[in-house]
């Protein structure tokens, strides 16, 4: 299994939880590396370019509107199968999948405040890395 990046955010509702320390410990102790991070306030654009594949959904103005809201903590984790292995520690998006000790699990109830967003698929990860951190960090 080839050693891969993916990229993680910990959306408004998180950040303003405070439970940004609970989440990077989670993938420290799974043996994950942090590679880069930072608080930011996502701009309208950049989070339409993030949620294209949603463009034609009924949600996709809510989820931009939700998404740029306030500040998001952005990073990029290094590791063996870390794509994968980051959305089962994340669970289902729909909080009534998501199971206890899952990050979904523990902390989201509702389907579109969710706390996490993690890369989906190898492509989606570069992708990603490369917009809010750019190529030199994919
Ligand atoms: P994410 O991209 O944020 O990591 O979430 P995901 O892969 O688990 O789910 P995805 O299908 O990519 O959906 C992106 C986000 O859109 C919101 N959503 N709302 N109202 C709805 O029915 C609905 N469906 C999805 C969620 O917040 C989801 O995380
Ligand atoms: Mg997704």
């Known amino acids: 299994m080839a050693i891969e990046k993916t990229f993680l955010m910990v959306k408004p509702d998180g950040v303003q939880r405070q439970v940004v320390g ?24 950049l989070a339409e370019k993030h949620y294209a594949e949603h463009a034609e959904r009924p949600f996709f103005g809510e989820l931009v509107d939700f998404i740029t809201s306030g500040p998001v903590f952005a990073m990029v984790w290094e590791g063996e199968n870390v794509i994968k292995l980051a959305r089962t520690m994340m669970g289902a998006t729909k909080p009534e999948e998501s199971n206890p000790g899952t990050i979904r699990g523990d902390y989201a109830t509702t389907v579109s405040h ?25």
């Open 22 to 45: 609970d989440i990077v410990d989670r993938f420290e102790r799974r043996g994950f590396v942090l590679k880069g991070a930072k608080l930011m306030v996502i701009p309208t654009e």
């Open 114 to 138: 969710n706390i996490i967003h993690g890369s989906d698929s190898l492509a989606s990860a570069e992708r990603e890395i490369s917009l809010f951190f750019g190529e030199d960090l994919v």
